[in-house]
Each structure stands twice: as structure tokens, then as C-alpha cells.
């Protein structure tokens, strides 16, 4: 075989038994899903639209600022190391990492299960754990972790807010190379800033914030996602002035997990990264929405017609 094509033969050869299959583009208005991944165009994350948010109402929203590097994540240490953030719960803490810049972060997590980079901003990120355990057990004693940050002022009574952020890393803690798990991100509120955190510190985990006084919850939305960092954002209307957020897992239970045949697996950590993170009035966000026709609905014979934005040389899908 002449040494050109030996050497175009042995790239597909390497090609295929390291990834299955050489990598293509994803074509996002074909209606195929191009490169392999298990998601076709607009739910592909190659083919999303990012919208850039510059205002906010949230201070450090991307975890540059820290006061610290991680030293053990046993919570009495670390549980402010991100500036204006605090860990949501007691016993039960997310963790704080800034790429290579700390030591303890570099061996638990970056050379483990790195993010995809570049970061969405920055080197700073948070991580959010939800718990599934083989034996099932009540919804408030669950390991659930959350970030909390007492706002400079509070989310007004009726008003509609939206919180955008990035989320990345969908995995299981024990399966690194294996299942990619679709997360709920939820938001919840609370009047008082000493409510954080909340919980017990004698406990496993304390669930979700509204098993205790004062919480609502805001909103949450579900993310998906082959390893890249998705952009989305909650939209939510605030039932009382809140001066206090969390974000986090929902109040649901993840479906048990079974032990592997040596007994290893009792308990696991379902994982994603947030980064990123945006405040404002739904007014005051940089995006125009497309919405239902007046009086336009599913009722009798007529179809529900959606109005566009009018913007200049658009497609739409």
C-alpha cells in the first residue's frame, strides 16, 4: 500500500477505535443529529444562540472573587471561600473551584472531571451535587447542595425577574465516562438573609430549602447536556419580597441507585458546574421573546399562531 494512503488508512483506523467514529459538525436545520451525540439541531448545545448579559443584580456572579483556596470542604472552613457566596446548607456543602489557580481543586476535580474550557467566564465555578442512594429514603433527609447570596437589595413583591446562568459536566460522580444525567436547576427565595444556611448540622442532608420555614420556591428548569456548558435562564414572578436566593437541585428524588457486584456503590453523587450567574427584571434582559397571538389558543378549530420579533435578516426554526 503506497505510504499516503497507508497513513490516510491508519487516521480513520485510529479515528474510529478511540471515538467510534470520525466527528462531524452538527447541521443545526437539518433535522439530523450530524455529530453523534444524541441531539439534533436547536437541542444540540452546538447549535445555541448565547445571549451576553452585562448588567446584574447579583455581586461575583461568576466566582472570580474568592477569599480563599479550598483547604478540606468540611463546611466550618470553606463555606465563604467564594466572595458574597455562602454554601446553602449545613452538612451538606457544594464546592468551590478556580481551575489550576488552587492546588486542592487541581487533584480533586480538574485532572478528575475537568470542565469543558474555556470556562464560560472566567476560571472561577461552582459545583452542585444531588444525592441517589440505593435504600430510599424521605426527600428531607437527601444530600442536596446549594449556593445562597444575600442580594444588595431585595426582589420586589410581583415583580418578574430572570436568572440566567451556564451549567456544565453532567455526570455521575462514580460514572465518569458513562451516563449523562439531565438536572433540574431550581431557585428558591427567602425574606430573612439569616435563613442561610439552612438545615441541621447532625444530618446526612436536609433536602431542599422549602422544607424549612420562610423558603419558596421561584422556578427551576431542566438542562441537558453531552459535557458542553449550556446557557439557560429561569423566568419567575416573586410571591413575596425575597432578599435571599439559592440555587441548586429540586425538591424531587433521584430514582435509586443499585450496588455494583462488589457492594462499592451505596451512595452517588449526580454533579454539574454553574457559572455565570445573571439577575435582572425580565424587562431589563437583552433578548426579545417570541409569544402566542392574542387571543390565539388550542380551543375549537383554530391553531395557536406565534408573533416573532421583528428583526432584521432573521431565520427562524
Not at 497513513?7 to 466527528?23: D, E, K, P, S, V
Not at 480538574?110 to 472561577?124: A, E, I, S
Not at 426582589?155 to 451556564?166: I, N, P, R, V
Not at 424549612?212 to 429561569?234: C, D, H, N, P, R
Amino acid at each position: 500500500m503506497p505510504a499516503k494512503y497507508l497513513h490516510t488508512f491508519m487516521m480513520l483506523l485510529i479515528c474510529f477505535l478511540t471515538t467510534g467514529a470520525c466527528a462531524a459538525q452538527e447541521i443545526c436545520n437539518n433535522g439530523k443529529d450530524d455529530d453523534g451525540d444524541g441531539l439534533a439541531d436547536l437541542h444540540d448545545p452546538d447549535c445555541q444562540c448565547h445571549f451576553i448579559v452585562t448588567d446584574n443584580l447579583l455581586q461575583n456572579g461568576s466566582f472570580e472573587m474568592y477569599d480563599h483556596c479550598p483547604v478540606t470542604y468540611i463546611y466550618g472552613n470553606d463555606y465563604k471561600i467564594a466572595n458574597h457566596w455562602q454554601f446553602g446548607s449545613y452538612m451538606n456543602e457544594a464546592e468551590y473551584y478556580h481551575n489550576f489557580h488552587c492546588s486542592y481543586d487541581s487533584g480533586l476535580v480538574m485532572l478528575r472531571m475537568p470542565p469543558l474550557l474555556p470556562m464560560p467566564d472566567g476560571d472561577g465555578f461552582i459545583s452542585i451535587h444531588n444525592a441517589a442512594l440505593v435504600n430510599p429514603i424521605p426527600e428531607n433527609q437527601m444530600l442536596k447542595t446549594y449556593v445562597g447570596q444575600c442580594l444588595q437589595a431585595p426582589l420586589k413583591e410581583g415583580e418578574q425577574y430572570t436568572l440566567s446562568f451556564y451549567a456544565g459536566r453532567f455526570k455521575s460522580w462514580d460514572n465518569l465516562t458513562g451516563n449523562i444525567f439531565p438536572f433540574n436547576v431550581a431557585l428558591f427565595g427567602h425574606a430573612d438573609c439569616n435563613a442561610v444556611p439552612f438545615g441541621t448540622t447532625s444530618a446526612l442532608g436536609n433536602g431542599c430549602p422549602t422544607n424549612y420555614t420562610g423558603w419558596v420556591f421561584l422556578g427551576e428548569t431542566t438542562i441537558e447536556s453531552s459535557g458542553a456548558w449550556v446557557q439557560s435562564k429561569i423566568n419567575f414572578t416573586v410571591p413575596n419580597d425575597i432578599n435571599v436566593i439559592e440555587i441548586g437541585p429540586d425538591c424531587s428524588v433521584l430514582p435509586q441507585i443499585p450496588d455494583l457486584a462488589d457492594s462499592t456503590t451505596f451512595l452517588d453523587y449526580h454533579l454539574y458546574y454553574l457559572d455565570d450567574l445573571h439577575l435582572l427584571p425580565t424587562r431589563e434582559f437583552p433578548f426579545e421573546y417570541i409569544h402566542l397571538q392574542v387571543n390565539s389558543n388550542c380551543n375549537g378549530n383554530g391553531f395557536p399562531v406565534l408573533e416573532s420579533p421583528v428583526l432584521a435578516n432573521a431565520s427562524y426554526q
